[in-house]
């Protein structure tokens, strides 16, 4: 399929990120875009952020007009059942919560009821694509499209290629991504992490063991990592602000399969964290490490 061929997009998960995409897809003005939760509350959530987010940063800085805003959301319907709702999608983006065992799921039954030709991606920010074309009967059109939050300011998409993801999905997916205004680039699936966050949380827990180690609080190592790295915000603070520990703690199991003990396991800190309750190292140094 080329990109010239797609009319529908069906977002799976109207979470942070499926609403996100689904309202990034929608002000295109290309795609008639469908939206899918497991209920109604969830779908109607999704749509209220998307209502929300284009008032704020669109109709009250003039990128919009109101009657552009209303266009925009007229074009994304939602839905609460696969089935029907992907039985016409030339493509599907699956954007639910970070598990491997759901995900695959999601994707034996979008298998199942999406057309035989569409494209099938996930938003998964570590999970495997062939393990999840795995489910499938068309591995070859599977593929990772990951976006970054908040999705209408970050311009990279990395697109995940699997063992089994042929060139033409590859570039279908570099091509969506350019249609959004973003720079794809291309991974194979062989990396935990991908590039960008393979990288970042390195560098996270790192930056976290020298607060363990009471090298300097977390204020002064992301003043140093901004100033002497030229990064714009502190890395510490980033993770603070977008919820990283948590998925952290969460992914610790699947980090430690795929990187090794060593690479894998929690530092001492965010497990310390996570038990005493904090999700942010800000507060933990402030509350209890900085006097501990
Ligand atoms: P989220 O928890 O905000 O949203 C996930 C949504 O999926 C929820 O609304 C949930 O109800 C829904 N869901 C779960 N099971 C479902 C099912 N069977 N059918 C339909 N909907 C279902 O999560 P998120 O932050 O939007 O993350 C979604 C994906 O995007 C994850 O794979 C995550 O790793 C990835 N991601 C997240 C970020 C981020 O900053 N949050 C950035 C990039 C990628």
Request: charged share 30%; net charge neutral.
């Amino acid at each position: 399929m080329k990109i010239e061929d797609v009319k529908k997009i069906a977002v799976v998960g109207a979470g942070i990120m499926g609403s996100q995409i689904a309202e990034n897809l929608s002000r295109l003005g290309k795609y008639n875009v469908c939206m899918l939760d497991k209920d109604d509350q969830l779908v109607r959530k999704g749509l209220q952020s998307i209502e929300f987010r284009l008032e704020r940063y669109f109709v009250s800085k003039g990128k919009l007009t109101e009657r552009e805003k209303q266009e925009t959301m007229a074009r994304i319907t939602v839905a609460t059942e696969i089935e029907k709702s992907v039985a016409d999608a030339d493509v599907v983006i699956e954007a639910i919560v970070e598990n491997l065992g759901l995900k695959k799921e999601i994707f034996k039954k979008l298998d199942e009821h999406a057309p035989g030709g569409a494209m099938i991606a996930s938003n998964t920010s570590l999970q495997n694509i062939s393990e999840m074309a795995s489910a499938t009967k068309r591995p070859d059109k599977v593929v990772g499209i990951h976006f970054f939050n908040p999705v209408a300011m970050m311009r990279l998409v990395e697109v995940v290629k699997g063992v089994r993801t042929s060139g033409e999905t590859l570039s279908l997916a570099c091509d969506l991504a350019r249609k959004l205004g973003k720079e794809p680039v291309v991974c194979r699936d062989s990396s935990y992490g991908f590039l960008a966050n393979r990288a970042y949380i390195a560098m996270v827990n790192e930056a976290a063991q020298m607060v363990w180690e009471r090298v300097a609080s977390p204020a002064e190592i992301d003043k140093a990592l901004m100033l002497g790295m030229n990064l714009p915000e502190g890395p510490l603070r980033v993770w603070d602000v977008t919820g990283g520990w948590p998925i952290l703690v969460a992914s610790e199991q699947d980090a430690i399969r795929e990187l090794g003990p060593e690479k894998g396991r929690l530092n001492p800190i965010v497990r310390l964290m996570a038990r005493s309750g904090y999700t942010r190292i800000y507060d933990f140094w402030e509350d209890v490490l900085s006097k501990w």
